[in-house]
């Protein structure tokens, strides 16, 4: 993000600046008035922007820019910025200008190609683009300012939390907006407009004053992130399609989160991590009470989970033992090995080639819903007046996983054995040297990994009623490597915002499918070159990349500087 | 230190030979190291001095030799030799860069603590006092060094001086009784020398034994209780930094008997003594 080239020299910048917010402020009240006018022909284009006077839900977006974009320009014209605390405002209305152009032309883009041709713009589109065109330009044009510096921000604890009921709020309704377009076009729009909300909050510091508040607010962070994730099944009004796409990102991310542990902290990297899952689906598939079950013993669904979770271990072990003597490359050969020859024994051990316990390609089908307690989760039931089907149910118990997982990634990341883990994939040697037991930790990292993914996959085999070694892939392993790196490795968030995005954008951008390949690539080579942390990073990791990034390195100094100030005065 | 002669040496390496295919990289050395005593390994560029100190921290296993650590022979294991109570730092700095200095000393705990991965993740009580421990001796440590300013810094970030510090407070928290440190002052300037030796005499007074490789004459003269001159893998002579600095074939193994750079530097290894 910081390194879109200059347009303008700071020079320029200085003598334009005035003309420049005139522009941008003119650009911005085009935006805020061409939402009541119609901007498509047909109403069939997204989400029917064909009445005048009534925008629709994008238009609304379009407006909602526009009228961040002239609060953004005011403020930073009427309001000195602070020395201790600064929100850049004016970085703010540069990033809505550039947003807006993005968000209106791929509207545009998307109405042309929906109904065939640009014809099918009406002037009141036409003028939007031309509103966003002057947003752009004019916010170029105006001087940036200082960088924000908001870590200092005292939040009285009221507003901190109000402010998290608010991004929590948002987080609830956007994703269950997202996920209920089924137009692609919509959908990308969709995209484009959470880009530049997250882009005008990362300029303006909002996103620094965010995570300031989450740090004093952690534990009411974590409670809210779940209630509004608990309550995600009750705004889909009994949808099982919707819940059917959001179950299978928490499995993915449950599964991406293991991995996390395996490639993250220890830095081992895996490329067959989903044979892991396949154990454990299978293990729980041969289990279950399914007419094709190949076992008669079918113990209840406790034992089942750790089953799984063992099987997978062992595996985990099995492999491991005598590969993670080599390290790097050679593991991923190895591992990728492995995945496949976890595939073809599958599809082997089918009563021809071997033993029958798979049904070779046929897999098992028929597992029956889950039953633990007397509650079947194949029943619709209804809470305070609203459905809540078969996947809603899944969806409740994979949450459940999903947060142990999370505990455990967690806890064990800040304890000596994650510290152990960090040094090994720092230096191995060294981390030898100094008495950290490096083979046992390696062994642990990829049998914990293993046996988390056990258990996400035993939970996968109800969901999804049937398994077949087909559903786990090389394709499906490089896919959560994917997530993780996307997302920002050994980080909790950015593990569930790289597999939430990477399994989403499947299922919502199917006019795409033939290029979805082709997409996923071209985005993590722009990633590697843009953002090589991930989209959301650890601290460290951030260091790590950008160290020639001196406004970062300055406001740490700063604020160290600051806080050892701080304890002198205060001795 | 006339206390402690009666009891075994801290380390007693005898005949520790290495090769490396035809090359006899270290030849039957022979190294005694009291309780409570500094130490100095000195020798030329390739006298095999490194490979001794691999060969005593486990990290190579001898061709033959044995290796007699507090009274028990030392196990082939970089790990098990950290438990035994033996650390060292790196000739090239190999701190866990992407770390903070804090959990770099942390690191060196890992062996003293024992919590495994069932009480770290439900918290329980043990992982909880060990865990502040841990934290407390880190912090004690980073400060005995003199590195209290820096705790929350990235390795890497830290200054070359500041760096070896950090790697000889990692070494100490693995509660060693002898550390071996490889070249301590390497690429440092006179002042942060000086510091160095200080921290270095600090941690003799602590009751541990230390073993220097070095190449500033200057330095090891006036630190050592002992020296001993490694060439060619094979021990040149052994005995008080006045011996050693006084035997004309350590002049004619560092300098070689050229006539054009024979006086120049022989000067600055007469500077060198403990009188300078």
Not at chain 1, 1 to 27: C, D, N
Not at chain 1, 147 to 161: L, S, T
Request: proline share 5%; glycine share 10%.
């Amino acid at each position: 993000m910081r390194r879109i080239p200059r347009l303008v020299t700071p020079a320029q910048q200085e003598r334009f600046h005035r003309p420049g917010q005139i522009v941008a402020a003119v650009g911005g009240l085009l935006l805020t008035v061409t939402p009541f006018l119609p901007w498509a022909f047909d109403s069939a284009a997204l989400d029917d922007m064909t009445v005048y006077g009534y925008p629709s839900p994008l238009q609304l977006m379009a407006l909602l820019l526009g009228v961040v974009m002239l609060a953004l320009l005011a403020v930073g014209e009427w309001l000195r910025p602070g020395r201790r605390v600064r929100i850049a405002w004016n970085r703010g209305a540069k990033a809505a200008g550039t947003g807006a152009l993005v968000f209106v032309a791929v509207i545009l883009a998307a109405v042309a190609l929906e109904l065939g041709g640009l014809v099918n713009v009406t002037p009141g589109g036409w003028l939007a683009l031309l509103g966003a065109l002057a947003a752009f330009v004019g916010t170029r044009l105006i001087v940036g300012g200082p960088p924000p510096a908001v870590e200092r921000a005292k939040v009285p604890g009221w507003a901190g939390i109000l402010v998290i009921a608010a991004v929590m709020a948002v987080v609830l309704f956007g994703s269950a907006y997202a996920l209920n377009q089924d137009d692609g076009g919509t959908f990308v729009a969709f995209l484009s407009f959470l880009g530049a909300v997250i882009a005008v909050l990362f300029r303006t510091g909002g996103m620094g004053l965010i995570t300031v508040i989450a740090r004093a607010h952690r534990k009411v962070l974590i409670l809210s992130a779940f209630v509004v994730a608990f309550l995600f099944p009750f705004t889909q009004n009994g949808s099982d399609a919707n819940m059917s796409i959001a179950t299978q990102v928490l499995i993915f991310a449950a599964t991406a989160m293991g991995l996390n542990i395996v490639v993250g902290l220890a830095g081992l990297l895996d490329l067959g991590y989903i044979a892991f899952l396949g154990a454990g689906a299978f293990t729980a598939a041969i289990l279950s009470s399914s007419a094709f079950s190949t076992v008669s013993w079918h113990p209840p669904f406790i034992v089942v989970v750790l089953v799984s979770g063992t099987v997978a271990a062992t595996l985990g072990l099995i492999i491991g033992t005598p590969t993670l003597r080599v390290s790097g490359d050679y593991l991923a050969i190895v591992t990728l090995a492995f995945g496949e020859i976890f595939r073809i024994s599958m599809n082997n051990l089918d009563g021809t080639n071997g033993p029958n316990l798979t049904h070779g390609t046929n897999g098992i089908p028929g597992i029956p819903d889950l039953e633990i307690l007397g509650f079947n989760f194949g029943d619709t039931h209804t809470v305070f007046g609203i459905t809540l089907g078969r996947f809603s149910n899944y969806f409740f118990l994979l949450l459940f996983v999903v947060a142990v997982i999370i505990l455990i990634f967690v806890r064990l990341n800040n304890s000596r054995i994650g510290r152990g883990w960090v040094a090994i994939r720092e230096d191995e040697k060294a981390a030898e040297a100094m008495g950290v037991n490096v083979f046992g930790l390696k062994i642990f990292a990829f049998a914990c990994g293993a046996f988390l993914a056990g258990v996400a996959g035993s939970v996968k085999a109800h969901a999804d009623i049937s398994v077949t070694p087909d559903q786990y892939v090389f394709l499906e392993s490089a896919f959560l490597l994917a997530a993780i790196v996307l997302g920002g490795m050994g980080t909790v968030l950015g593990v569930l915002v790289g597999a939430t995005l990477l399994k989403l954008m499947p299922e919502k951008l199917r006019f795409v499918s033939d290029y979805r390949l082709l997409i996923f690539g071209l985005l993590l080579v722009l990633m590697m070159r843009f953002r090589p942390e991930g989209l959301v990073p650890n601290e460290r990791r951030q260091l790590e990349f950008h160290e020639e990034d001196t406004e970062l390195a300055a406001r740490i100094e700063e604020e160290l500087e600051e806080t050892g100030a701080m304890k002198e005065a205060t001795r | 230190m006339t206390a402690t002669t009666v009891e075994e040496p801290i380390l007693v390496a005898e005949n520790v030979t290495m090769r490396f295919g035809g090359l006899t990289a270290v030849d039957s050395v022979d190294l005694r190291v009291e309780r409570g005593q500094i130490m100095g390994l000195i020798g030329p560029n390739g006298a095999g001095k490194t490979t001794f100190f691999n060969c005593l921290t486990g990290l190579y296993v001898p061709t033959s030799g044995r290796v007699r650590f507090d009274s028990a022979v030392l196990p082939p294991k970089p790990r098990k030799v950290v438990q035994a109570g033996m650390a060292r730092t790196f000739q090239n700095i190999r701190l866990f860069g992407n770390m903070t200095a804090m959990e770099n000393v942390m690191v060196g705990r890992y062996c003293r603590t024992s919590a495994g991965a069932l009480t770290s993740v439900i918290r329980g009580p043990k992982f909880r006092r060990e865990e502040q421990q841990t934290r407390d001796r880190a912090v004690e440590l980073l400060g005995f060094v003199g590195l209290g300013n820096v705790v929350e810094h990235l390795a890497r970030n830290l200054s070359y001086g500041d760096q070896r510090r950090l790697e000889i407070a990692r070494a100490l928290a693995t509660d060693p009784k002898l550390v071996l440190l490889d070249e301590p002052t390497a690429g440092m300037n006179p002042q942060e020398t000086r510091q160095a030796e200080e921290l270095i005499f600090k941690i003799r007074d602590l009751g541990l034994a230390v073993v220097v490789i070095e190449h500033d004459m200057r330095f090891i003269f006036s630190l050592c209780d002992r020296v001993l001159c490694l060439v060619q893998g094979r021990v040149l002579i052994e005995g008080t930094p006045e011996e050693v600095q006084s035997d004309p074939r350590v002049i004619e193994a560092y300098i070689g008997t050229g006539p054009q750079d024979g006086p120049a530097l022989e000067a600055e290894l007469d500077e060198g003594g403990p009188g300078a």
